[in-house]
Structures are given as structure tokens and as C-alpha cells.
């Protein structure tokens, strides 16, 4: 059969998959088949890109190589707390965040922020829990899988728009296996470490990272819902 009249047997589980997915903060121990991951990644390079150049290039940690890299980080993390100067000297490569942000943004990014750590009981100024839930990030969550993202320093903008099509895939056939995910800029600051651990070359740099596995499912961060503003709010209808 030829691939324009190829059926999705279900459309509705499409829309389910994408919709069900949202960031888990706690996962089980749980290992992920190495298979599984495979899968994963050879469905989400069905994303287009331009001229199909496909940008991605993913390194997958579990085992001894993901407890060595959250060791290394969360030492590094630990240190950049106890001395600006330090913090300072991990550098994210590329802007992930405006410097200076502006409404509407602000107010949702402060929600948001808010929100999850109200629901955690972190109280505004609460330093110490800041960190240690922040810290989180670079234990991935206790995802059994970490998955560190990286692209030729040569691409442009235009490759990152790519990207994040190959990370919502990554989730969203994630989601299709039960599994979860939560996407993480937290690690951009730590390529210095990150990119010789998995052995990247110095012509690669760090996208992102994302944590993968089954979900805590007593964990009361994976209860928090995050809101969406309505279609006619962000779109112009012009006949
Ligand atoms: C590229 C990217 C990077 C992100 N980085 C982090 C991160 O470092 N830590 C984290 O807890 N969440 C991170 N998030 C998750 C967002 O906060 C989350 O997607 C948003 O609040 C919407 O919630 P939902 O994904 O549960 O629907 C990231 C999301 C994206 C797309």
C-alpha cells in the first residue's frame, strides 16, 4: 500500500498519546529494554527536518555511564551553590531562556514555577528545598534512562526547530510504550562535563537532556497539571 492511503487504525490514539503526555518528576527504578529505547528513537527520526538532514545525535546512559554522569553533575551543582564564581563558570552554549523575559511569559513561567513547588510544599525563599528539588534534575528524576541530545555546532537555528520535532517524538512513542519523559534544559549548563563523559566530539554540542522510564506512581509531583491557554487566545483567524 502506498504511504499516501496508508490508514491510521486509530486516529483517536494519536491525539491520546500526545495528550497524555506531560513531565513526570519521579520515576520507578524500574530498567527500560534496550530495545524499547531503540524503538523509540527509530520512530521519532520519522520527524521531518529540513533538506532531511536529521541533526539529532543521541547518546542513551543507563547503568554505570548515567550514575557516573549524575555523580560528576550534581558535585558540580552541589559546589556552584556554595560559590557563585563556580556556578558561573557552567555555561549553557546557547539561549534556551530570553535574559530578560516579559509578559505574557513571565507570569506563566512564575505559575508554573510556583505551582509545582506548592505542590511539593517548597515555601517561596526555602533555599534549601529549592536545590535539592532542582538537584533532581541531575539525577534525572531517577529515570533509569538519560538521554543526553546533541548537534553539530555547525547547524543553525533552523536545525533546533527540527530537534524539537524529533523530542516530541521521542515522548510521544514514549507515551505510546507507557513509558514517560521529562525534557531537560537543567543539564545545558554542564556540556563542559556532559559532552566528554558520553564522548562527544568538540564539534557537537549540548541540546538538551531528557529523563525516560516508567512513572512513580505514588509521587505526588507526577499529579501536577499544567494549563494551556485556549486556541483563540494565540491564533488569528484571517478569511
Ligand atoms: C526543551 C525543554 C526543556 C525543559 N527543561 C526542563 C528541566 O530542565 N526541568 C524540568 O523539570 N522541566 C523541564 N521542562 C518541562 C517544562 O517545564 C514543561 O514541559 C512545561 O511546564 C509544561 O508541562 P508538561 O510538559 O507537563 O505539559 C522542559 C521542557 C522543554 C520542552
Known sequence: ?????????????????????????????????????????????????????????VYVLQGASRAALVTQVCAAYDAGAADPQLAARYRAEYDYYPSQWIEPYLGRRRQNGWS????????????????AQHRRNYQFFDAPVGLIFTIHRVMGAGSLLDYGMFLQNVMVA??????????????????????????????EKLVCAMALGWPDEQAPVNGFETPREDVERFTRWLD
Open 1 to 57: 500500500m502506498s504511504q499516501l492511503n496508508a490508514p491510521i487504525v486509530d486516529p483517536a490514539s494519536v491525539d491520546a498519546a500526545i495528550e497524555n503526555r506531560f513531565c513526570v518528576r519521579a520515576f520507578a527504578p524500574t530498567p527500560v529494554p534496550r530495545q524499547t529505547v531503540a524503538d523509540i528513537l527509530r520512530v521519532a527520526a520519522r520527524a521531518p527536518s529540513g533538506t532531511n538532514a536529521q541533526p539529532w545525535q
Open 116 to 131: 509545582l513547588y506548592g505542590l511539593l510544599g517548597i515555601a517561596k525563599g526555602d533555599k534549601d528545598k529549592m536545590h
Open 174 to 203: 514514549a507515551r505510546a510504550r507507557g513509558l514517560h519523559s521529562c525534557p531537560q534544559a537543567a543539564w545545558n549548563h554542564y556540556g563542559s562535563i556532559i559532552l566528554p563523559h558520553v564522548g562527544a566530539g568538540a564539534d
